[in-house]
């Protein structure tokens, strides 16, 4: 099979997309990519979901925060941007995404806006509602364990 012309192949953008949610949440790129397609599907319908054709590039996601790269077509950006803005919840679980920035490679996503990383969590016990708490902290932002869950709280509200 013969490859099409340049001119007639499809122009990619990738997305540079940061992910955040409680430090036990345990998420995966399947469930991150078939939560991308719901609610592409939700938000612009499913002719509006094949013209995105929204696809992970790659992911990362480990102790509460990753990074995941979000392939979109050229053209399309804005619509992904809000695609995944929707995004609330991914396997149960809470999360938070933000889009860092826009490539046209791979390579040049990863080196503008992931080359720095991320910073692994510290574990300290902490005093939270006058009790004793085991606590994950992060970039200034405390994730304090309660009974059966966290409370997001920030380095003024422990002792």
């Not at 590039?57 to 925060?65: A, I």
């Amino acid at each position: 099979m013969k490859h099409l012309p340049k001119h007639l192949q499809p122009r990619w953008r990738y997305l540079a997309v940061r992910i955040e949610s409680w430090p036990d949440a345990d998420i995966d790129r399947d469930a991150f990519q078939r939560e991308l397609w719901y609610g592409a599907q939700n938000l612009v319908g499913d002719a509006g979901s094949a013209a995105l054709d929204l696809s992970v590039m790659r992911f990362r996601f480990g102790e509460g925060g990753g990074e995941a790269i979000v392939r979109t077509r050229r053209g399309e950006v804005e619509r992904a941007r809000a695609v995944i803005a929707c995004l609330d919840e991914v396997d149960g679980a809470p999360v938070g995404v933000r889009v860092g920035g826009v490539g046209g490679t791979v390579r040049a996503c990863e080196e503008k806006y992931m080359g720095r990383g991320r910073e692994d969590p510290d574990q300290r016990h902490v005093v939270f509602e006058d009790a004793d708490q085991s606590a994950s902290v992060r970039d200034g932002r405390v994730d304090v364990r309660t009974d059966d869950a966290f409370a997001g709280a920030t380095t003024l509200d422990i002792n």
